[in-house]
């Protein structure tokens, strides 16, 4: 039974017995409410809650360690002659995965469990199957790996069956459980507003995990990364040359000065634009003004970057080409850092002056009052009272900022092409993290191969370089910030 089909039926179930438990309720005091603890609908939310949460608890927590026990058990049926030279465990379980994931298409085409059994019994014919139907095998399918395909197949299976019993059977428990208790002085109240507190903690906690998860992943992925291409290479090396199938340098740092490189320019473009729109849109402009450039500015902000993209290909790449590159002999392509640098400084505009203006109308009225009580002029105040009071609050806006240019991808993509290299020349085709993260985890690759697994490393380290921005931008808005009564 698939999760979707399994969930519409607990779904039914708990709406089964909130009906049920709120007649019930009823029913105990002869149809006089009056008569019981709470009202009626407490009594069926009990009902409800009871059969649905912890069948639900249940299948997530399922779901989660299925796949850990049946990897360890599928793994133990790969002898060590099925792993051949250059090749892993994880790579043989991926091509376990695959086979299994191919034979579910067969059977989907009609295959019976007879031909399943002669195909898996037979690696030549079950691989020209596979590829009939769409599935491709770049290698060879050795014996045992068959075999523990069709043994992964099957304890998939059994698993998610066995997962739709004790869910429904835990339902139908909880079910009956809280529709005995179910009397005029039961507290159902209190058990509900306990249950929805529990949930609303959950809910809380949804971001702390998610959080934990995705470094979890990263941390994991990379350590197996690490085990099989030497950190140092990849920490050292000044040479970024991947190649599938062995002999590739991994070596970060032509991709991280590309991602400097682009993240410098784009906020050379954005902080003084920004910073001076925002200057002007908190004190100088009119309200009629204001109210008219400050959303017109932020459109900027929901513009999708594949349109910035698109715009530093066929008209800033273009524009620079012609008109500065070629002229002064530094480049003759439109891909560039440059390129992708004011593009992406364009984008970030809003960014800077939406959080900039925000921070310099936080100013109380009062500094300024007491300035021009003073006798300085609007320039001056702004000059010398109202920056040096906002200052903590836009530097931390730039950084948050920089968080934003170092994770653009669609705009490096487009605009600044994808040639690791390590140079000064910004009228050159360089790339980033970001764009390298998404070819090396792109296309018909093992995904446990040390070119594939290198994404996870550049996302932990992109991770560790964008986490280090936002605490250094939190430190500085609280020891520096100003406040006011």
Do not use: C
């Not at 002669?118 to 139907?133: F, I, Q, S, T, Y």
């Not at 004790?166 to 179910?182: H, P, S």
């Not at 994808?418 to 009228?427: D, G, Q, V």
């Not at 993290?433 to 932990?460: C, H, M, N, R, Y």
Request: proline share 5%.
């Amino acid at each position: 039974m698939s999760v979707g089909l399994l969930s519409l039926l607990l779904l039914g179930l708990a709406a089964l017995g909130f009906g049920l438990g709120r007649q019930r309720a009823i029913a105990s005091v002869n149809g006089d409410a009056r008569g019981l603890h709470s009202l009626p609908q407490y009594y069926g939310s009990s009902v409800a809650l009871f059969t649905a949460v912890p069948a639900f608890l249940l299948v997530l927590v399922w779901l989660i360690v299925q796949p850990v026990v049946i990897e360890s058990t599928i793994t133990g049926m790969i002898l060590p002659e099925d792993i051949g030279d250059g090749s892993t465990r994880e790579l043989v379980m991926s091509d376990v995965r695959r086979i299994a994931e191919g034979i579910d298409v067969l059977v989907a085409n009609g295959a019976t469990g007879d031909e399943i059994a002669a195909l898996v019994a037979d690696p030549v014919a079950l691989k020209a199957r596979l590829g009939d139907a769409g599935v491709a095998l770049a290698a060879d399918i050795n014996p045992h790996v068959a075999t523990a395909s069709a043994a992964y197949r099957g304890e998939v299976a059994m698993g998610r069956t066995m997962m739709s019993v004790a869910a429904l059977a835990l339902a139908v428990a909880g079910f009956l459980f809280a529709a005995l208790r179910v009397t005029p002085q039961f507290r159902a109240r209190n058990v509900v507003e306990s249950f929805i507190r529990v949930l609303l903690i959950g809910a809380s906690s949804v971001a702390i995990l998610t959080t934990i998860g995705i470094i979890l992943s990263l941390v994991f992925e990379s350590w197996h990364f690490f085990q099989i291409y030497p950190a140092k290479d990849f920490f050292f090396s000044l040479t970024w040359s991947p190649k599938f199938g062995g002999g590739s340098d991994l070596g970060i740092w032509p991709l991280l000065w590309g991602t400097l490189y682009v993240s410098f320019i784009g906020l050379l473009v954005a902080v003084p634009v920004g910073l001076m729109a925002a200057i002007y849109l908190s004190e100088y402009a009119s309200p009629r003004v204001r109210s008219v450039a400050k959303p017109a500015l932020e459109i900027l902000a929901g513009i999708p970057s594949i349109v910035y993209g698109l715009f530093a290909l066929m008209t800033v790449g273009p524009f620079l080409r012609d008109y500065f590159s070629q002229p002064l002999g530094l480049g003759e392509s439109s891909s560039s850092v440059m390129t992708a640098g004011i593009v992406m400084g364009i984008m970030l505009i809003p960014y800077v002056s939406s959080l900039s203006d925000d921070i310099i109308n936080a100013v109380p009225q009062a500094l300024r009052d007491g300035s021009y009580g003073l006798g300085a002029t609007q320039s001056e105040t702004v000059k010398q009272v109202v920056f040096p009071a906002a200052l903590p609050g836009i530097v931390g806006a730039v950084l948050m900022a920089a968080s934003r240019a170092i994770g653009e991808t669609m705009i490096v993509v487009l605009g600044a092409g994808a040639a690791a290299k390590l140079s000064l020349n910004p009228f050159e085709a360089m790339t980033t993290v970001t764009v390298k993260i998404v070819s090396q985890l792109t296309g018909d690759t093992e995904f446990a191969s040390p070119e594939t697994l290198v994404a996870f490393a550049l996302g932990l380290t992109l991770f560790v370089f964008t986490l280090g921005l936002n605490i250094l931008a939190l430190y500085i808005v609280r020891k520096y910030r100003e406040q006011y009564e």
